[in-house]
């Protein structure tokens, strides 16, 4: 059983013209023709809805990371942060951009090693090693 909204969604029928042109965009730049819920919550704020919309669809798009590659990178944060509903979100959208089942499982395992050494480190504090700093840098 999911956790119902802390507010309702609104929904593409009850929306303003404002808002529904924010949804056709959605639903046109995803090839969709439906607006999943996290939409329909933002919509209560048209300005943030649209300022998170536009934001999502530049860092989303195409560039220097291929698009599944950015889709994984969301899952990784999602699970980190333990938001259900982007973990959920983005790794549909992952799978609809190729990433296999394989794939899926050796993203968390890397998530899971990743958030373990995080943790180990922060306790134990080691200095960072001068040759990681220059070949970061």
């Known amino acids: 059983m999911s956790n119902p ?28 023709d439906w607006i999943n819920n ?3 919550v933002l919509a209560h704020d048209p300005a943030l809805l649209k300022r998170t919309w536009d934001t999502l669809r530049a860092t989303m798009a195409p560039g220097a990371l ?7 990178i969301y899952i990784a944060v999602s699970a980190t942060n333990g938001c259900e509903y982007c973990t959920y ?12 089942d394989t794939q899926f499982m050796e993203l968390l395992a ?4 990743a958030n ?3 943790r180990l480190v922060n306790g134990l504090r080691p200095a960072v090693d001068e040759p990681f700093k220059r070949q970061a840098g």
């Open 5 to 32: 909204s802390i507010m309702p969604p609104i929904e593409i029928e009850d929306a303003s013209p404002e808002v529904r042109a924010i949804y056709e965009d959605i639903m046109q730049t995803r090839g969709t």
């Open 38 to 40: 996290f939409w329909k």
């Open 66 to 72: 291929d698009p599944l590659v950015k889709e994984m």
């Open 89 to 100: 979100s983005h790794t549909a959208s992952a799978r609809a951009k190729g990433m296999s």
């Open 110 to 113: 890397v998530v899971g090693m």
């Open 116 to 118: 373990e050494t995080n």
